[in-house]
């Protein structure tokens, strides 16, 4: 009767749950957690079990086999490339980097990859934010390094 001395370390030799002769087999296939959803069993009981079927070299045949279930997946596929959107004309570009400047009102602008942009939390077309731009005072002229730098962005 070797245990820790609590009560509950002591059980009748009648007592001792036996070690399934499954056991190695869902192991190997499942794991710990395996283990413990097929058998029932605690903790304890499910190391002593393991112990009595080898122990370290049923660990070594559950790492060989993952490994040979790793190498059997097929890889990953590649997704497929995105259509580009269409890119922003000069009118667009200078629009957006005339709103996102402080004469325009620092407004937040990103594409959404489909061709249209978030106007804050909006969602407009390049058309609608030239008009939004011309309300707010742009008279159509744009800076080409103001224009560069938003497309830089956009593009980001």
């Avoid at 304890?44 to 993952?66: D, I, M, P, T, Y």
């Avoid at 790793?70 to 490339?81: C, G, L």
């Avoid at 922003?88 to 061709?115: H, K, N, Q, V, Y």
Wanted: glycine share 10%.
């Amino acid at each position: 009767m070797a245990g820790t001395g609590s009560d509950r370390d002591f059980q009748r030799p009648w007592q001792v749950r036996p070690c399934p002769a499954d056991f190695p087999d869902v192991f190997i296939r499942e794991g710990w957690r395996g283990v413990e959803l097929e058998f029932g069993a605690r903790t304890a009981v499910n190391k002593r079990w393991l112990h009595e079927c080898g122990g370290e070299a049923l660990r070594q045949r559950r790492a060989e086999f993952l490994k040979s279930r790793t190498r059997a997946r097929k890889p990953m596929p590649v997704p497929a490339p995105q259509r580009p959107y269409p890119q922003p004309s000069r009118d667009e570009l200078a629009a957006i980097a005339f709103l996102r400047s402080p004469d325009g009102g620092s407004w937040a602008i990103t594409a959404t990859g489909e061709g249209d942009f978030y106007f804050g939390c909006t969602r407009l077309s390049g058309a609608q934010l030239v008009e939004r731009a011309r309300r707010k005072g742009w008279d159509g002229s744009g800076d080409m390094l103001k224009i560069a730098s938003t497309l830089a962005l956009l593009r980001a």
